[in-house]
Nanobody, 126 residues
Framework: QVQLVESGGGLVQAGESLRLSCAAS????????IGWFRHTPGKGREFVAA????????LLIDSVKGRFTISRDSAKNTVYLQMNSLKTEDTAVYYC???????????????????WGQGTQVTVSS
């Protein structure tokens, strides 16, 4: 089993940056692809970004490309989501999740992710 804890959310103004962290428990961290999702009342849960087990392959949705970067530090069992040039539409609760399937690469399909963190709020004001 994997436990995930997100941190780094907060209230910022449009154009500013935040870095979210997803800390994972256990020694099997490198077995899992890790994804970031966000949830808003209007859109529901939306895939944002994912990174493969070893950090060699990433996925990002078009609306965050060029602004967000996903990375992982295996020594710290942590995945990061660096968010730059934040927009008001990025406001959401952000969750990280672990894909424990045997897929070769990361996916944006939330149904593949078995373990989820508790979420961290990101609010971007205009």
């Amino acid at each position: 089993q994997v436990q995930l804890v997100e941190s780094g959310g907060g209230l910022v103004q449009a154009g500013e940056s935040l870095r979210l962290s997803c800390a994972a428990s256990g020694r099997t961290f490198d077995r899992y692809h890790i994804g970031w999702f966000r949830h808003t009342p209007g859109k529901g849960r939306e895939f944002v970004a994912a990174i493969d087990r070893l950090g060699g392959s990433t996925l990002l949705i078009d609306s965050v490309k060029g602004r967000f970067t996903i990375s992982r530090d295996s020594a710290k069992n942590t995945v990061y989501l660096q968010m730059n040039s934040l927009k008001t539409e990025d406001t959401a609760v952000y969750y990280c999740a672990a894909d424990v399937t045997a897929r070769a690469g990361p996916s944006g399909n939330q149904h593949l992710y078995a373990y989820w963190g508790q979420g961290t709020q990101v609010t971007v004001s205009s």
